[in-house]
């Protein structure tokens, strides 16, 4: 991969996990959050596990640091993953018939050797915020992509940013003819607000740094 130098076994293990996240963009994803892993107790929190393929790279960077990875996700995928939308994949429906992602994304965890780096949390995002109390170092938001669930992202999570603490967002395209308008939007609100500012890019992937309380 271009760029940062994610470890072969992690990368090998990335190239076979379904997901949504192009060589580019992962090989930026690791490299931020290796440069945010920086308080006593090192912590990323990731919204969008799936099944795991940016959440390996996330935990390399974690482990490089000694520190830890909370990954969230419901596991009942997001509205294009149900039955008949566009990135429904029958393959990841249960036994019981429910979509989940929850067993592929352990399994992805366990061979990627990141165990006891990676912390899976099932639950929403709004659900896991409401009691959350932990500052975080690095915060990686790639929820759902309806407006109501990318604002919950960013109102539960942001907040955890610590100062100097990196906030990442995929999927943001300024441009509505490449994709969706819900993660730009929350990106703004985060540039607006001031609290942030822009730290780097690559493609649809911002990483914007805590400046002030
Ligand atoms: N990061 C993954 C892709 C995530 S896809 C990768 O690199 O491949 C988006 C995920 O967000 C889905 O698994 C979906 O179940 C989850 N999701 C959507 N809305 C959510 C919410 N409100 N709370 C928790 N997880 C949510
Ligand atoms: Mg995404």
């Known amino acids: ?44 929190v990731e919204i969008g596990s799936y099944c795991g393929k940016s959440t390996v790279l996330l ?9 830890s990875v909370v990954t969230i996700d419901h596991h009942r995928g997001s509205d294009e993953h149900q039955v ?16 989940d ?13 990141l165990e006891n780096v990676v912390q899976p949390l099932i ?10 109390q932990t500052p975080v170092d690095f915060v990686f938001i790639d929820g759902g992509h309806t407006d109501p669930a990318a604002r919950a992202d960013l109102t539960g999570w942001a907040p955890w940013v610590r ?5 990442a967002i995929h999927d943001v395209f300024p441009d509505p003819a490449d994709g969706g308008q819900a993660p730009y939007r929350i990106w703004r609100t985060a540039v ?3 609290d942030f500012v822009e730290h780097a890019y690559c493609d649809s992937l911002r990483v914007l740094r805590r400046v002030r309380a």
């Open 1 to 44: 991969m271009p760029g940062f130098l994610i470890p072969d076994r992690i990368e090998a293990v990335f190239r076979t996990v379904k997901g949504f996240l192009p060589d580019h963009e992962a090989a930026a994803l690791y490299g931020s959050a290796l440069e945010f892993f920086s308080s006593a107790v090192g912590l990323a």
């Open 59 to 67: 935990g390399a960077a974690a482990q490089a640091c000694a520190a």
């Open 84 to 99: 008949g939308w566009q990135y429904h994949d029958p393959t990841l429906v249960g036994a019981d018939g429910l979509f």
């Open 101 to 113: 992602t929850l067993p592929t994304l352990r399994n992805t965890i366990a061979r990627a050797g």
């Open 123 to 132: 639950g929403s995002s709004a659900a896991v915020s409401r009691w959350w």
């Open 163 to 167: 100062i100097g603490g990196g906030l």
């Open 192 to 194: 607006e607000s001031g």
